[in-house]
């Protein structure tokens, strides 16, 4: 059976993340408005401009949609993605949907200039595997609340976490040829 993935597609690189579900079997749909989001098996958020996505959640009347969504069905956030799930953002512009129970900084490897790729070692089911990563105006994971397993770290600074079935990535894994990152995601439907 075929699953239908949504990507929020207000702002951002959703079309990259299009890609890769497409490439792994899924139907996608773009989500703007409140009934996109009927009958998803899951939800990325993807990167882009944090405060603006934030704004057009709202606009958009999203927030609470999002929210029902993710007690029932897998959430993914990449970079700006991964700020919108977050408990606790140190910009007040960022109104967080609370999904994932981290605190998090925008923008906190650098500015666009300092953008880097790099291998990470990512830990899943006890396995090792390498996966490479876009970090681009990357946030930080400042505080990691007690049920938020890390699944990848630069320099002991967490990049890659799990709670339940959510997933957030400080980083671009659209941006790459590696799928495994999304797989990870399906596999928890």
């Known amino acids: 059976m075929v699953i239908t993935i949504g990507v929020l597609a207000l702002q951002g690189d959703f079309a990259r993340h299009q890609d890769v579900l497409?490439?792994?079997g899924c139907d996608v749909r773009q989500v703007r408005y409140r009934h996109d989001l009927d009958g998803?098996?899951?939800?990325?958020?993807p990167g882009g401009e944090s405060t603006t996505i934030s704004k057009?959640?709202?606009?958009?009347?999203?927030?609470e949609g999002i929210i029902a969504l993710a007690r029932e069905r897998p959430v993914m956030g990449t970079c700006a993605g991964l700020i919108l799930m977050a408990r606790e953002s140190a910009d007040d512009r960022i109104t967080g949907l609370n999904l994932l129970d981290v605190a998090v900084t925008r923008n906190s490897w650098?500015?666009?200039?300092h953008s880097f790729t790099t291998p990470l070692e990512m830990r899943v089911n006890g396995q090792r595997e390498m996966v490479p990563a876009v970090f681009i105006r990357a946030p930080r994971i400042q505080q990691l609340g007690s049920g938020v397993e890390v699944l990848a770290e630069i320099e002991n600074e967490p990049v890659l976490v799990r709670q339940g079935p959510h997933l957030g990535a400080t980083f671009h894994p659209e941006l790459t040829a590696d799928t495994r990152i999304h797989k990870l995601?399906?596999?928890a439907h």
């Open 22 to 24: 497409h490439s792994l």
């Open 40 to 45: 998803l098996a899951g939800l990325i958020i």
């Open 56 to 63: 057009q959640i709202d606009r958009n009347g999203l927030r």
């Open 110 to 113: 650098g500015r666009q200039i």
């Open 185 to 187: 995601f399906l596999e």
